[in-house]
Protein backbone atom coordinates (compact mmCIF):
# COMPACT_ATOMS: atom_id res chain seq x y z
CA UNK A 1 0.00 0.00 0.00
CA UNK A 2 0.91 3.45 -1.17
CA UNK A 3 1.97 5.81 1.73
CA UNK A 4 -0.66 7.70 3.15
CA UNK A 5 -1.15 11.73 2.25
CA UNK A 6 -2.81 13.71 4.61
CA UNK A 7 -4.34 17.09 3.66
CA UNK A 8 -5.06 19.95 5.50
CA UNK A 9 -7.63 21.78 5.10
CA UNK A 10 -7.08 25.29 7.33
CA UNK A 11 -10.27 27.65 6.51
CA UNK A 12 -12.76 26.66 4.09
CA UNK A 13 -15.14 29.43 3.28
CA UNK A 14 -18.02 29.12 6.00
CA UNK A 15 -16.90 29.11 9.34
CA UNK A 16 -16.04 32.08 11.45
CA UNK A 17 -13.61 33.02 14.15
CA UNK A 18 -16.69 33.06 16.59
CA UNK A 19 -17.15 29.35 15.48
CA UNK A 20 -13.69 28.51 15.93
CA UNK A 21 -11.45 31.22 17.67
CA UNK A 22 -8.26 29.74 16.13
CA UNK A 23 -9.04 29.72 12.58
CA UNK A 24 -6.16 31.25 10.28
CA UNK A 25 -7.57 33.99 8.08
CA UNK A 26 -4.94 36.37 7.63
CA UNK A 27 -2.14 35.04 5.06
CA UNK A 28 0.39 35.25 7.98
CA UNK A 29 -2.11 32.76 10.23
CA UNK A 30 -2.56 30.66 7.33
CA UNK A 31 0.83 30.26 6.53
CA UNK A 32 1.90 29.54 10.15
CA UNK A 33 -0.62 27.05 10.76
CA UNK A 34 0.01 25.43 7.02
CA UNK A 35 3.82 25.24 8.46
CA UNK A 36 2.05 23.22 12.05
CA UNK A 37 0.37 21.21 9.81
CA UNK A 38 3.94 19.90 7.50
CA UNK A 39 5.26 19.46 10.83
CA UNK A 40 2.55 17.37 12.15
CA UNK A 41 2.72 15.10 8.93
CA UNK A 42 0.52 17.03 6.40
CA UNK A 43 1.74 16.82 2.77
CA UNK A 44 -1.01 18.72 1.17
CA UNK A 45 -2.38 22.06 2.48
CA UNK A 46 -5.79 23.05 0.59
CA UNK A 47 -6.30 26.47 1.14
CA UNK A 48 -8.91 29.42 1.50
CA UNK A 49 -8.17 32.89 1.03
CA UNK A 50 -9.69 35.54 3.15
CA UNK A 51 -10.30 39.65 2.91
CA UNK A 52 -8.94 42.09 5.52
CA UNK A 53 -12.79 41.29 7.04
CA UNK A 54 -12.45 37.94 7.28
CA UNK A 55 -14.86 37.09 4.32
CA UNK A 56 -13.93 34.33 1.88
CA UNK A 57 -12.44 36.10 -1.15
CA UNK A 58 -10.70 34.77 -4.77
CA UNK A 59 -8.34 37.42 -4.90
CA UNK A 60 -5.55 36.35 -6.86
CA UNK A 61 -3.48 38.85 -5.01
CA UNK A 62 -4.19 37.36 -1.47
CA UNK A 63 -3.74 33.75 -2.47
CA UNK A 64 -0.44 34.28 -4.15
CA UNK A 65 0.84 36.31 -0.66
CA UNK A 66 -0.55 33.31 1.01
CA UNK A 67 1.29 30.65 -1.50
CA UNK A 68 4.65 32.84 -1.23
CA UNK A 69 4.25 32.73 2.48
CA UNK A 70 3.52 28.87 2.86
CA UNK A 71 6.89 28.05 0.31
CA UNK A 72 8.79 30.23 2.23
CA UNK A 73 8.27 28.34 4.87
CA UNK A 74 8.28 24.64 3.76
CA UNK A 75 7.58 22.50 0.79
CA UNK A 76 3.85 21.41 1.08
CA UNK A 77 1.78 20.63 -1.84
CA UNK A 78 -0.02 24.13 -1.97
CA UNK A 79 -4.21 23.17 -3.17
CA UNK A 80 -6.15 26.45 -3.80
CA UNK A 81 -9.61 26.23 -3.70
CA UNK A 82 -11.82 26.80 -7.08
CA UNK A 83 -14.78 26.39 -4.76
CA UNK A 84 -14.76 29.58 -3.22
CA UNK A 85 -17.51 30.78 -1.21
CA UNK A 86 -21.30 29.25 -3.24
CA UNK A 87 -22.04 33.31 -4.36
CA UNK A 88 -18.74 34.07 -5.86
CA UNK A 89 -18.70 33.83 -9.91
CA UNK A 90 -17.21 31.10 -11.69
CA UNK A 91 -14.73 33.78 -12.92
CA UNK A 92 -13.82 34.89 -9.28
CA UNK A 93 -13.19 31.19 -8.39
CA UNK A 94 -10.79 30.41 -11.25
CA UNK A 95 -8.40 33.03 -10.05
CA UNK A 96 -6.44 30.95 -8.06
CA UNK A 97 -5.62 29.22 -11.13
CA UNK A 98 -3.25 31.53 -12.43
CA UNK A 99 -0.99 31.08 -9.68
CA UNK A 100 -0.02 28.08 -11.46
CA UNK A 101 -0.42 25.96 -8.23
CA UNK A 102 0.90 22.49 -8.62
CA UNK A 103 -2.73 21.28 -7.73
CA UNK A 104 -6.44 22.86 -7.13
CA UNK A 105 -9.61 21.52 -6.37
CA UNK A 106 -12.43 20.98 -9.02
CA UNK A 107 -15.67 20.52 -7.86
CA UNK A 108 -17.84 18.23 -10.76
CA UNK A 109 -21.23 19.04 -10.03
CA UNK A 110 -24.24 20.86 -8.29
CA UNK A 111 -25.63 20.19 -5.04
CA UNK A 112 -27.31 21.87 -1.92
CA UNK A 113 -25.06 23.55 0.70
CA UNK A 114 -26.52 23.93 3.65
CA UNK A 115 -29.13 26.55 2.84
CA UNK A 116 -27.39 27.06 -0.27
CA UNK A 117 -26.85 26.14 -3.97
CA UNK A 118 -23.03 25.44 -4.71
CA UNK A 119 -23.51 25.89 -8.23
CA UNK A 120 -21.09 23.76 -10.71
CA UNK A 121 -22.32 23.94 -14.52
CA UNK A 122 -20.95 21.79 -17.18
CA UNK A 123 -19.84 24.81 -18.87
CA UNK A 124 -18.04 25.86 -16.32
CA UNK A 125 -16.61 22.55 -14.93
CA UNK A 126 -15.25 22.25 -18.59
CA UNK A 127 -13.87 25.45 -18.44
CA UNK A 128 -12.14 24.95 -15.15
CA UNK A 129 -10.77 21.85 -16.42
CA UNK A 130 -9.22 23.10 -19.79
CA UNK A 131 -7.46 26.06 -18.01
CA UNK A 132 -5.94 24.10 -15.24
CA UNK A 133 -4.73 21.46 -17.83
CA UNK A 134 -3.28 24.39 -20.09
CA UNK A 135 -1.62 25.80 -16.70
CA UNK A 136 -0.41 22.51 -15.85
CA UNK A 137 -1.99 22.30 -12.42
CA UNK A 138 -3.60 18.86 -11.48
CA UNK A 139 -6.88 18.90 -10.49
CA UNK A 140 -8.02 17.25 -7.42
CA UNK A 141 -11.53 15.89 -8.27
CA UNK A 142 -14.45 17.00 -5.59
CA UNK A 143 -17.04 14.58 -5.22
CA UNK A 144 -19.89 15.81 -3.16
CA UNK A 145 -22.83 13.13 -4.87
CA UNK A 146 -21.88 10.64 -7.04
CA UNK A 147 -23.22 11.49 -10.29
CA UNK A 148 -20.41 14.00 -9.92
CA UNK A 149 -17.90 11.01 -10.67
CA UNK A 150 -19.71 10.49 -14.06
CA UNK A 151 -19.07 13.65 -14.72
CA UNK A 152 -15.39 14.07 -13.96
CA UNK A 153 -14.86 10.18 -16.29
CA UNK A 154 -16.96 12.54 -18.89
CA UNK A 155 -14.12 15.23 -19.14
CA UNK A 156 -11.25 12.56 -19.16
CA UNK A 157 -13.57 11.70 -22.40
CA UNK A 158 -13.48 14.74 -23.74
CA UNK A 159 -9.71 15.11 -23.18
CA UNK A 160 -10.19 17.83 -20.58
CA UNK A 161 -8.76 15.79 -17.62
CA UNK A 162 -6.18 13.55 -17.44
CA UNK A 163 -5.52 9.86 -15.82
CA UNK A 164 -5.28 9.25 -13.30
CA UNK A 165 -7.53 10.88 -11.57
CA UNK A 166 -7.56 11.82 -7.73
CA UNK A 167 -10.78 12.35 -6.11
CA UNK A 168 -11.81 14.22 -2.96
CA UNK A 169 -15.02 12.64 -1.61
CA UNK A 170 -16.19 15.21 0.47
CA UNK A 171 -18.60 13.35 2.69
CA UNK A 172 -21.45 14.80 5.15
CA UNK A 173 -22.16 18.38 4.16
CA UNK A 174 -25.85 19.25 4.85
CA UNK A 175 -27.99 18.81 1.94
CA UNK A 176 -25.61 16.44 -0.28
CA UNK A 177 -24.45 13.00 0.50
CA UNK A 178 -23.93 11.77 3.86
CA UNK A 179 -20.94 10.35 5.99
CA UNK A 180 -21.60 6.76 6.55
CA UNK A 181 -19.32 4.05 5.57
CA UNK A 182 -21.74 2.63 3.15
CA UNK A 183 -21.44 6.18 1.44
CA UNK A 184 -17.76 6.01 1.45
CA UNK A 185 -17.46 2.67 -0.04
CA UNK A 186 -20.54 3.23 -2.54
CA UNK A 187 -17.96 5.76 -3.60
CA UNK A 188 -14.41 3.88 -3.68
CA UNK A 189 -16.47 1.13 -5.99
CA UNK A 190 -17.66 3.69 -8.03
CA UNK A 191 -13.84 5.49 -9.38
CA UNK A 192 -11.84 4.14 -12.45
CA UNK A 193 -9.42 1.68 -11.63
CA UNK A 194 -5.78 3.01 -11.07
CA UNK A 195 -7.38 6.46 -9.30
CA UNK A 196 -5.96 7.76 -6.62
CA UNK A 197 -8.94 9.26 -3.33
CA UNK A 198 -8.70 11.38 -0.63
CA UNK A 199 -11.70 11.68 2.32
CA UNK A 200 -12.88 14.75 3.81
CA UNK A 201 -15.47 13.44 6.49
CA UNK A 202 -17.34 16.60 7.65
CA UNK A 203 -17.88 17.24 11.22
CA UNK A 204 -18.64 13.58 13.54
CA UNK A 205 -17.65 11.99 10.07
CA UNK A 206 -14.16 13.31 10.13
CA UNK A 207 -12.80 10.60 12.49
CA UNK A 208 -14.10 7.89 11.62
CA UNK A 209 -14.34 8.00 7.61
CA UNK A 210 -10.28 8.75 7.84
CA UNK A 211 -9.70 5.72 9.52
CA UNK A 212 -11.91 3.34 6.94
CA UNK A 213 -9.78 5.37 4.04
CA UNK A 214 -6.40 4.37 6.06
CA UNK A 215 -7.46 0.89 5.96
CA UNK A 216 -8.58 1.11 2.47
CA UNK A 217 -5.88 2.63 0.54
CA UNK A 218 -7.32 6.13 0.40
CA UNK A 219 -6.13 9.23 1.92
CA UNK A 220 -7.46 11.84 4.19
CA UNK A 221 -8.41 15.33 4.57
CA UNK A 222 -9.15 17.34 7.86
CA UNK A 223 -9.14 20.43 8.95
CA UNK A 224 -11.16 23.49 10.21
CA UNK A 225 -12.94 23.48 7.01
CA UNK A 226 -14.52 20.57 7.64
CA UNK A 227 -14.39 19.86 11.46
CA UNK A 228 -14.13 22.30 14.20
CA UNK A 229 -14.08 19.74 16.58
CA UNK A 230 -11.44 17.57 18.59
CA UNK A 231 -14.59 15.12 19.88
CA UNK A 232 -17.99 15.72 20.39
CA UNK A 233 -18.29 19.31 22.84
CA UNK A 234 -14.57 19.65 22.96
CA UNK A 235 -13.46 22.53 20.21
CA UNK A 236 -10.33 21.52 18.43
CA UNK A 237 -7.28 23.31 19.25
CA UNK A 238 -5.74 23.62 15.72
CA UNK A 239 -5.66 22.27 12.46
CA UNK A 240 -2.08 20.84 13.15
CA UNK A 241 -3.63 19.12 16.09
CA UNK A 242 -6.36 17.55 13.89
CA UNK A 243 -3.34 16.27 11.80
CA UNK A 244 -1.68 14.73 14.52
CA UNK A 245 -4.58 12.57 15.56
CA UNK A 246 -4.33 11.07 11.92
CA UNK A 247 -0.63 10.17 11.60
CA UNK A 248 -0.98 8.59 15.14
CA UNK A 249 -3.63 6.29 14.36
CA UNK A 250 -1.59 5.65 10.68
CA UNK A 251 1.12 4.39 12.51
CA UNK A 252 -0.86 2.42 14.58
CA UNK A 253 -2.08 0.54 12.09
CA UNK A 254 0.64 0.24 10.18
CA UNK A 255 0.11 2.67 7.51
CA UNK A 256 3.47 4.95 6.97
CA UNK A 257 3.01 8.15 5.97
CA UNK A 258 3.94 10.35 3.08
CA UNK A 259 6.37 13.52 3.19
CA UNK A 260 5.03 16.36 0.15
CA UNK A 261 7.83 14.72 -2.03
CA UNK A 262 6.65 11.38 -1.67
CA UNK A 263 3.15 12.77 -2.08
CA UNK A 264 4.22 14.27 -5.26
CA UNK A 265 5.28 10.84 -6.75
CA UNK A 266 2.10 8.99 -6.10
CA UNK A 267 -0.06 11.45 -7.31
CA UNK A 268 2.48 12.32 -10.61
CA UNK A 269 2.45 15.69 -9.79
CA UNK A 270 5.31 17.29 -12.20
N1 LIG B 1 -16.93 26.32 0.07
C1 LIG B 1 -17.68 25.41 -0.72
C2 LIG B 1 -18.89 26.06 -1.27
C3 LIG B 1 -13.52 23.61 -2.82
O1 LIG B 1 -12.79 24.18 -2.01
O2 LIG B 1 -13.13 23.30 -3.93
C4 LIG B 1 -16.88 24.81 -1.81
C5 LIG B 1 -15.57 24.21 -1.46
C6 LIG B 1 -14.97 23.33 -2.50
O3 LIG B 1 -15.00 24.42 -0.41
ZN1 LIG C 1 -12.53 23.95 0.13
Same mark, same amino acid.
Given at each position: ?5 ? @? ?35 ? #? ?11 ? @? ?23 ? @? ?12 ? /?????? =? $? ?5 ? @?????? =??? $? ?18 ? &? ?12 ? #?? %? ?21 ? /? ?12 ? &? ?22 ? %? ?35 ? #? ?17
Amino acid at each position: MEKLII @TAALTGAEVTKVQQPNLPVSPDEIAEAAYACYKAGAS #IVHVHARDAEGNP @TQSYEVYKEIKEKIEAKCNIIVQPS @TGGATWHTPEERLQ /PVELKP =E $MATLSCG @TCNFGP =EVF $MNSEEYIEKFAARMKELGVK &PEIEVFERGMIENA #IR %LVKKGLLDTPVHFDFVLGVPGAC /PGTPEDLMHMVRSI &PAGSTWTVAGIGRAETPLAVMAIV %LGGNVRVGFEDNVYYEKGVMAESNAQLVARIVRISKE #IGREVATPDEARKILGLK
